[in-house]
């Protein structure tokens, strides 16, 4: 079968569509993993380059993620259930003190719109929150986000608050927002930094073939 | 307090021109803006630090040397007067003290250069809108609202020339409106929600600034429309949504007038234009010298009407002549000089041209701003009733207008950016009058825990 | 290469204005400078860092970060053209290859954005004049000043479209001149010993540059005026003495031209104004959008007749916007933006007069840069024969014409200021008109562990 | 005997008048160290006082400095061989890399002219330089100064040259040059910033004052 029309229908953010495909592969036997990769994850992949390229906006791509999802509920419990993973799993927040989530919210559509399972703590989150949750699911990746000056620095508190606990080598830690910048990552001894929601997808995904 | 604006403040466009204001303001110190000249707006925060108890003597202390810097350098510059914004950091409002505290530092210093040098210092203070701190957030009362309150208070007891804010009321839908470009859903949070939660919270700064010796000064779409202008500096949406967006801010920072405040609108808020051609109120505007701040398309056009020119606001790291602040009064001064003394050569409008007709072209943004399409749009905008049919009209307004300007080659844009104008044509098209139907027809479309309908008289 | 200049470039005042020179000079990707327009001159430099081996590739990395910024956003903001200035560390010179290395990684940047954006971008390279890292310096042989001229060679030759430098051949007793406020030697200095120094080094500057297909561009009174302007802005000495220099500083700047230079002229060389006037070369100046790199009372009469309208110098420290060089860059644009169209639609003159009226009654150094008084000044200056008589005419001239403004009430300058117009005066007045008789009166009272007078051509 | 007249001379910048009271005064036999603290040092006061209240310039400091040094002339003789002390050592240079020495001379003879002994090692200064010079005079201030962004972080190369070598305790460092700011000054653990030469006067003198 050919996945090229469901890449397509994600493409052109058609959930409907995207449903229907997913249960016709699935009809055929298409192996849910190839769906998921072929069909969904690399959809998102090209609509991830045309933003790059200036061909698509944010709307369009959040279209597209949300025909994906509709798609990813098709094919879950069969996933779960063959004991196929999601490729990864973060845990994202805005720091205490800030209030800002608009980036924080466009950076967890994309991850999620990348195959990542995503546990959104919201805004104003304190460190002992990150951790717990981290630790709870298991997480790869622990996604800061500040947008104040007097807020980024509590990021350095929600790093240090893992290396305390002794875990900080188990996460890694990408971080966001106006006033963090790549040398102020490295300071905090976080792991990478990303420029915006799209930045974060490519970081996120060589973080997790690294760690394959 | 309430008030009604049925008709521009403005009969001539000749008139409409920076540094003057039908109706200018006075502050304690005797600095009038709006009064004939320009003044800058210098704004400052805090660098890299967390503002926690153990951190606040330091933090006045960073403060005092950023405003003795600054005072200083006008000074030398023989700046007239100038207008000091202190913009609170949110644990500044959660903690009335905190932000009373330095609020006070900053009116100390003002004074004293006044009383040295005749230097004609005035102070906007401008709490931050914690109410967002709890989600959904509690707008009409509760602890943080009345420290709100407090802090705003104790600001104006304090000394404070100017309250301002930038209120977020309605920010619940629209952050989610603006990455999805839903143009029903920005009218929706600014005309419904935006402009109940304004009415309800100026008549409160406005009663209490008033009682304190404190003026009532002015609020900004700046969670709204300036969150478009970033989303569409990224790329991320269209310009010419986010240009219609800054017009659908106006009935919204408009309430603030209609309760009763008096200007100078606060610098961020660019919709600002469209207030002043509405209430004659003074207003304050950022451009091409608040770029440490933000980079934006209206660089030079944003000065165009201003009152008071801003750099919107710089943390004190250190460059290689001074700190930030004091090289941001510095440009600001310069930029004064220039157009006050274009003014009084009779050049006024002349160079409020220029500036205009230098950036227009480039941006639907900047082109929203021109004085002549803010009179001609503002004129058909108050004909609208009510606060949300100002909303919907400021969009509608927007988008014929800057349809307009693309077939004649007024504006250059993209052509992606063109099946946008039809896109939200349709949308404004299908948006009822009555604000019940509208919010029967819209609700099971929003997210209804992100925000407490009843905080909006939504039932 | 040798050019003689005995009278102005213009008939005219109304011709002397910015973005216009009566010699234009053409980059390489077609700018043209001095051609009708004004356009940004971009400079940048390190943060804090040591220039070593270990740190090249970070170094390297730091520079590619700031010239993709700062193009990308001169394409955003639809910039026709730019001048990019790589002041070098002094490291970059003493070593060649470093140097050379970001160099030319500017310059493939620069070719980048021309090949796929059609920006026009240049390349001043400006090389340190690392001579002076001997003391007392030897300026006319030896490793240090090989690896000079080996720079330059390998800038030109990587593609750079303009060389420029800050010599500094004088320094060594102009330094204590200036903090001892002491006209004699800074005439000494400035018109014996810089004046010479510039012919030779000048004359190699042109014929490497010429030979590798760069232009040679043009000098700056750096170390000179700049330290006065400096220091006067400290309070050490009298603003007035700071500008009577500034005008002393010509015939020095104006020997490169002397020596086969075209310009456009380094933009901290305020002089450049005269030098424009005298060859018609174009300039490149700073002012309020250079207040990153240092405040000064020349805001906006700086750009009064500049072609090219220049930050000085910023590091690449983060704002809450982005990097400052695109900061900068952004500034510089929207300012360039409003004076062209000012031009375009016919108030060239209008623009550039209310530039120079806004600043020049406010400090003596503002004034000698009106575009009235530089024709003036810079006609009679010319009438001297040599650069020494040139240097010691623009000391008189400059005296003359403050104290006659002062008068006037056209500056105001503090009562503790005045009485340096007569000790001045009285100095200028007993300097002989004879170089070797001036030596050898004003040689006792030097520091003759210093410098070495052979290599100003001194016995 | 009225050391009134002496102060006013410093203050006029008359060397000769200068040289002349001094040597009357020695031969009214008023102690040594009375026409230095009184005469000549609390003249130079006086004069930074009227520089910081804008009432002179910098070559008006320069010349009192330089009467206040033909008076040491006379006096040097006798307040060594009777045991009197300068009030104390500073070794002073620009950081290797750096040539800009205008404002390092400044400050040079600004401390100069407030009593303290000075060792001037130039631009271009190399650690061990400093440590050197600063072991051989056994000095109390240590001046660093930088202009450049790319030679201020050498300041810390010096610092550290000195905690090497076991004596960073035995000195005082005071740093000062454009780029140069208080915090600059915390973090690499110099012990004073300057903003300019005036300042750095006020600041030698608490730290020897301290001392005693
Ligand atoms: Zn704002
Ligand atoms: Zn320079
Ligand atoms: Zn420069």
């Known amino acids: 079968m050919d996945l090229n029309q469901l890449s397509l229908a994600v493409q052109k953010g058609n959930a409907a569509k995207v449903k229907e495909i997913v249960n016709e592969a699935l009809a055929q036997k298409v192996s849910p993993s190839e769906i998921l990769n072929t069909g969904l994850i690399d959809a998102m992949s090209v609509v991830g380059e045309k933003f790059k390229n200036n061909e698509v906006y944010v709307p369009e791509m959040l279209m597209s993620a949300k025909a994906m999802n509709a798609g990813m509920q098709v094919l879950e419990p069969i996933l779960t259930s063959t004991g196929v993973k999601p490729i990864g799993k973060a845990v994202i927040g805005t720091v205490k003190g800030d209030l800002h989530d608009i980036g924080k919210n466009l950076v967890r559509m994309m991850l999620k719109g990348a195959g990542i399972e995503m546990y959104d703590l919201g805004i104003d989150v304190t460190a002992e929150a990150f951790l717990a949750k981290a630790k709870e699911v298991q997480a790869d990746l622990v996604c800061l986000s500040a947008l104040l ?60 073939a690294q760690k394959k | 307090m309430a008030k009604t604006f049925d008709k521009l403040a403005y009969n001539s466009l000749n008139d409409f021109v920076y540094g003057s204001a039908p109706n200018p303001v006075k502050t304690k110190h005797g600095l009038v803006i709006g009064g004939g000249a320009i003044y800058p707006e210098l704004n400052f925060t805090l660098p890299p630090m967390e503002v926690t108890a153990a951190n606040m003597p330091e933090i006045k202390q960073i403060y005092s040397e950023m405003i003795d810097g600054v005072l200083k350098r006008a000074v030398e510059l023989h700046a007239p007067g100038l207008v000091v914004e202190f913009e609170m950091l949110p644990e500044m409002t959660l903690v009335p003290e905190w932000g009373i505290e330095v609020n006070n530092i900053l009116v100390n210093a003002i004074a004293e250069y006044h009383a040295k040098y005749g230097l004609k210092g005035a102070l906007r203070s401008t709490p931050g809108d914690v109410r967002e701190f709890k989600r959904p957030p509690v707008q009409r009362s509760g602890e943080i609202y009345q420290n709100l309150l407090r802090t705003i208070e104790g600001s104006a007891k304090g000394g404070a020339d100017f309250i301002a804010i930038e209120t977020t009321g309605g920010k619940e839908v629209h952050d989610e409106a603006l990455v999805n470009a839903d143009l029903t859903k920005v009218i929706f949070a600014l005309g419904i929600m935006g402009t109940r939660d304004m009415k309800f919270i100026w008549e409160k700064i406005v009663e209490i600034s008033n009682a304190n010796g404190a003026q009532a000064a002015g609020d900004t779409a700046c969670g709204f429309a300036n969150t478009a202008m970033v989303l569409a500096h990224k790329g991320f949406i269209p310009n010419v949504f986010a240009a219609v967006v800054r017009v659908a801010s106006v009935a919204r920072t408009l309430a603030a007038y209609e309760a009763g405040a008096v200007g100078p609108n606060k610098d961020c808020g660019y919709e600002g234009v469209y207030c002043k051609a509405i209430t004659g109120s003074p207003i304050a505007m950022e451009g091409k010298s608040a770029a440490c701040a933000h980079l934006s398309a209206v660089g030079n056009i944003a000065a165009a009407v201003a009152d008071l020119w801003s750099n919107e606001s710089v943390t004190n790291v250190r460059l290689l002549s001074d700190i930030a602040p004091v090289v941001s009064i510095e440009q600001l001064i310069y930029d004064c000089r220039l157009m006050n003394l274009a003014k009084e050569k009779g050049y006024g409008v002349t160079f409020r041209d220029l500036l205009a007709d230098s950036d227009s072209k480039w941006d639907p943004q900047a082109y929203v701003l021109r004085p002549d399409v803010v009179l001609d749009i503002s004129k058909d905008l108050i004909k609208a009733k009510t606060p949300f049919l100002r909303t919907k009209a400021g969009a509608k307004l927007a988008i014929d207008k800057i349809r307009k300007a693309v077939d004649n080659n007024e504006i250059i844009i993209a052509e992606r950016e063109k099946p946008w104008l039809d896109i939200m044509d349709n949308q404004v098209e299908a948006i009822p009058d009555d604000e019940e139907k509208f919010w029967h027809e819209i609700k099971g479309e929003l997210e209804l825990d992100k925000f407490i309908p009843s905080e909006y008289e939504l039932k």
Do not use: C, H, N
């Open chain 1, 149 to 208: 000056t007097t807020t980024m620095p509590y990021m350095e508190s929600v790093v240090k608050e893992f290396e305390k606990a002794g875990v900080r080598d188990q996460f890694t830690f990408v971080i966001g927002g106006a006033p963090v910048s790549e040398s102020y990552a490295k300071s905090i001894k976080a792991d990478y930094y990303a420029d915006d929601a799209v930045v974060a997808v490519d970081v996120a995904k060589k973080i997790l």
